[in-house]
């Protein structure tokens, strides 16, 4: 399971703006050999909507960039045409505009890198595989996408001349260009002086070639050399030259190698240095897009995407950042033989709720006050207390049809007070809680139907006013699961699912009837049933596998 934090680009300071005039060493990192190892292989992750109509039949996305504090662009392939998509990322995170690039038989954008404000991608023939075009475009420009600053043209023998990942940066007084070949057989290095490249009179010229198979590997980290979707280029503060691919291995793994360069025109080859797994969230895939970056404060960022884009499109982000997060710790625990379902407390009590019993804990000492049994319960899901009463959803699961109510429980007493019977119910009813005037209830669905699960907003008879469904990217970290927990926080909501350590934040969008998937917390406490704490501000969760009661505090 991932970690999902949308608009997390603001904590990193990816990418901030920086003008063609600015100190190469902007761009630099001081030992990038280092920074590649302190890679984070776990994921930050986001969600990018999608309200462009767009045919990308026949072809996927291939490369993607992060460019300044708050966009990406990504390129793609079609049957009729190349592509590139401008994101921007943010709370509200979204696709601003998809640009043609070339029309076929050029229809195929490769991988690609951005180097300062500028873009620089191959587009190739993927069918003929004997014509490809490298440009460079100014992402400063009125539009950016209308002509390129530089061409090279690439046309020849069958797949010798394709472009399928480009690469771009400053080296030793040039800017240099690395593009390769079908399947990367083959690294062809461009080069232009770099002052002249700024000033828009320069002309790329061939540097040198590496051909992968006849390079000696004794000294490789390992021997592997894979089919790259993206190569990006890097030189850093000890004057290196180093080169990143991106590709999903024969095991499946989603993987990063490091190379070091040595580009001698008489003797140009390639190291093999380190090579990283990372574990990309559902859907998100190596063999797609991915790409890497540096940020203006010297970290190390590789972000990667699906093979197509989405409605709601899920996006990684690795990066060897050390600085402390936002997040849910651990302030307290209690044993429970009934932390099973879900918790709940007071300022002096903690409860621990069961299918069909709930526990009750002297907070401060954690000493056992009292249980109680409620006969003709099936499935208590979760409590939320309100106006001195504990409100429990509870549920017929897995009977069927679906049928939910509300037990009112009097948490002084632990007494049954009254049901409210929601009968025959469209889902099964797992939380409640009150915000701003209404009554929010979850109804579950599960297996291949729980995409169906909804948040509904009632009125004080119960009766369902609007409905609002999950997006498809959330769901599927649900697996045959649904929603389980829920609370009003902040200006929506935290979520839970059934069993990872995972708090989702959402809010209720402002058209439509789907939830906005905002962050993605990691918690203390497993999924279930979950509420606000009163004492702390915070939450009270369970860990069922540890039969615990724990409490938990947002640090900012």
Same mark, same amino acid.
């Given at each position: ?6 608009s997390l680009?603001?904590?990193? +300071?990816?990418?901030?703006?920086l ?6 060493d902007?761009?630099k990192?001081?030992?990038f050999?280092?920074?590649?190892e302190?890679?984070n292989t776990?994921p ?6 999608n309200?462009?109509?767009?045919n990308?039949e ?11 504090d708050h966009?990406a662009?990504l390129?793609?392939?079609s049957? &009729? ?6 994101m921007d ?12 690039? +070339? ?8 991988g690609f890198?951005?180097?300062d404000?500028?873009?620089a991608?191959g587009?190739?023939?993927? /069918?003929e595989?004997?014509l490809?075009?490298?440009?460079v475009?100014? #992402? ?6 209308g002509k390129?600053?530089?061409t ?5 023998d ?6 399928g990942?480009v690469?771009?940066?400053?080296f030793?007084?040039?800017i *240099?260009i690395?593009v390769a070949n079908?399947?990367?057989r083959i690294?062809?290095?461009y080069?232009c002086p770099r002052?002249?490249?700024y ?5 790329f010229?061939?540097k ?13 980290s ?8 993206n190569?990006n280029?890097?030189?850093d ?10 590709a ?7 993987v990063?190698d490091l190379f070091?360069?040595? *580009?001698a025109?008489?003797s ?5 240095l380190?090579s =990283? /797994?990372f574990?990309t969230?559902?859907?998100v895939?190596?063999?797609?897009a991915?790409?890497?970056n540096?940020?203006?404060t010297?970290?190390l960022?590789v972000?990667?995407?699906p093979y197509q ?7 990684? *982000?690795?990066?060897?950042?050390t600085k402390?997060?936002p997040?849910?710790?651990?302030? =307290?625990e ?7 379902q ?9 409860f621990?709720i069961?299918?069909?019993?709930i ?6 000492s954690g000493?056992?006050i ?8 099936k499935?208590l899901?979760?409590?939320?207390l309100s106006?001195?009463?504990?409100y429990?959803?509870?549920s017929?699961?897995p009977n069927q049809?679906?049928s939910?109510s509300? $037990?009112?429980?009097?948490p002084?007493?632990?007494?049954l007070?009254q ?7 469209e889902g099964s009813?797992?939380w409640?809680v009150k915000?701003n005037?209404?009554?929010y209830?979850?109804f579950a669905?599960y297996?291949?139907d ?5 948040l509904? $907003? +009632?009125?004080e008879n119960?009766e369902v ?5 999950f997006?498809d990217?959330?769901i599927k970290?649900?697996?045959k +699961?649904?929603?389980s927990g829920?609370?009003?926080w902040d200006?929506g909501?935290l979520?839970?699912g ?5 708090l989702?934040y959402?809010?209720l969008p402002?058209? &439509?009837d789907?939830?906005?998937f905002?962050k993605?917390?990691e918690a203390?406490?497993?999924?279930? &049933? ?8 915070g #939450?009270i969760?369970i860990?069922?596998?540890?039969k ?5 505090k947002?640090?900012?």
């Amino acid at each position: 399971m991932t970690l999902l934090f949308p608009s997390l680009l603001h904590c990193f +300071m990816v990418l901030s703006v920086l003008v063609s005039k600015a100190p190469i060493d902007v761009f630099k990192i001081s030992d990038f050999t280092k920074a590649f190892e302190e890679l984070n292989t776990l994921p930050a992750s986001f969600l990018v909507t999608n309200d462009i109509t767009f045919n990308s039949e026949g072809g996927h996305l291939q490369g993607i960039q992060l460019y300044k504090d708050h966009t990406a662009y990504l390129s793609g392939s079609s049957e &009729g045409l190349s592509y590139m998509v401008k994101m921007d990322l943010g709370d509200q995170s979204r696709v601003v505009t998809i640009d043609t690039l +070339m029309h076929a038989p050029l229809r195929h954008a490769g991988g690609f890198q951005i180097f300062d404000q500028y873009l620089a991608v191959g587009i190739e023939d993927n /069918k003929e595989r004997n014509l490809a075009y490298l440009q460079v475009y100014n #992402l400063e420009a009125n539009k950016p996408f209308g002509k390129p600053i530089y061409t090279i043209e690439r046309k020849g023998d069958f797949e010798r001349v394709t472009a399928g990942a480009v690469g771009i940066t400053a080296f030793r007084g040039e800017i *240099l260009i690395l593009v390769a070949n079908w399947d990367s057989r083959i690294l062809d290095f461009y080069s232009c002086p770099r002052h002249e490249f700024y000033a828009g009179k320069g002309k790329f010229v061939f540097k040198s070639a590496i051909e992968v198979k006849g390079q000696i590997r004794n000294k490789w980290s390992d021997p592997n050399w894979l089919s790259y979707q993206n190569l990006n280029l890097f030189s850093d503060q000890k004057d290196q030259l180093y080169m990143v691919g991106t590709a999903r291995n024969d095991a499946g793994e989603q993987v990063a190698d490091l190379f070091h360069l040595q *580009l001698a025109s008489s003797s140009a080859k390639i190291t093999k240095l380190n090579s =990283k /797994k990372f574990d990309t969230s559902t859907s998100v895939d190596f063999k797609a897009a991915a790409g890497v970056n540096i940020s203006s404060t010297g970290d190390l960022i590789v972000v990667a995407a699906p093979y197509q884009l989405e409605q709601n499109t899920p996006i990684n *982000l690795f990066t060897n950042n050390t600085k402390k997060e936002p997040g849910w710790k651990t302030i =307290k625990e209690w044993p429970s033989s009934d932390a099973r379902q879900a918790a709940a407390a007071t300022k002096q009590h903690i409860f621990a709720i069961n299918n069909h019993s709930i526990s009750k804990y002297d907070r401060k000492s954690g000493s056992f006050i009292a249980s109680k049994d409620y006969p003709n319960t099936k499935h208590l899901n979760s409590g939320f207390l309100s106006e001195g009463l504990l409100y429990c959803a509870h549920s017929n699961y897995p009977n069927q049809p679906d049928s939910s109510s509300i $037990r009112l429980i009097d948490p002084k007493t632990l007494a049954l007070t009254q049901t409210i019977n929601l009968r025959k119910s469209e889902g099964s009813l797992t939380w409640i809680v009150k915000s701003n005037g209404f009554w929010y209830a979850l109804f579950a669905y599960y297996g291949e139907d729980n995409h169906l699960s909804y948040l509904a $907003r +009632m009125n004080e008879n119960w009766e369902v006013l609007q409905k609002w469904t999950f997006p498809d990217s959330l769901i599927k970290e649900m697996g045959k +699961m649904s929603i389980s927990g829920g609370v009003a926080w902040d200006k929506g909501f935290l979520v839970t699912g059934h069993d990872e350590k995972l708090l989702y934040y959402i809010k209720l969008p402002e058209t &439509g009837d789907n939830l906005n998937f905002i962050k993605q917390y990691e918690a203390p406490f497993t999924g279930q &049933g979950i509420a606000l704490d009163p004492w702390t501000g915070g #939450l009270i969760g369970i860990n069922r596998a540890d039969k615990k009661v724990v409490a938990a505090k947002f640090n900012r």
